[in-house]
């Protein structure tokens, strides 16, 4: 079984930063893609970064030059740096891992800016 735990979300200011992070446990060797969604309230739930296992990264345009992920393989572990966060960046925010075929979600942290 796969769990994804992630950590981090919170209540802040704009301008301010998070770090969130999601660690994955059960039948997860290797890990493929890590990667980190969000879904603000009645939106849709989009793609904020995903890191390859070979370290390639992908950010949407609205985050880039802002948020930085990163993984630890030894730790099954994701990470986001969220910096100069904006009102707009509130959402619930998805850890996302793919296992061979599979892909497995975590159950989401919220994030809200406020203004």
């Known amino acids: 079984q796969v769990q994804l735990v992630e950590s981090g979300g919170g209540l802040v200011q704009a301008g301010g930063f998070l770090r969130l992070s999601c660690e994955a446990s059960?039948?997860?060797?290797?890990?493929?893609?890590m990667g980190w969604y969000r879904q603000a309230p009645g939106k849709q739930r989009e793609s904020v970064a995903v890191i390859a296992r070979g370290g390639s990264i992908m950010y949407a345009s609205s985050v880039k030059d802002r948020f930085t992920i990163s993984r630890d393989n030894l730790k099954n572990t994701v990470y986001l740096q969220m910096n100069s966060l904006k009102p707009e960046d509130t959402a619930v925010y998805y850890c996302?891992?793919?296992?061979?075929?599979?892909?497995?979600w975590g159950k989401g942290t919220l994030v809200t800016v406020s203004s």
């Open positions: 059960g039948s997860i060797i290797p890990i493929n893609t």
């Open positions: 996302r891992i793919v296992v061979g075929a599979l892909d497995y």
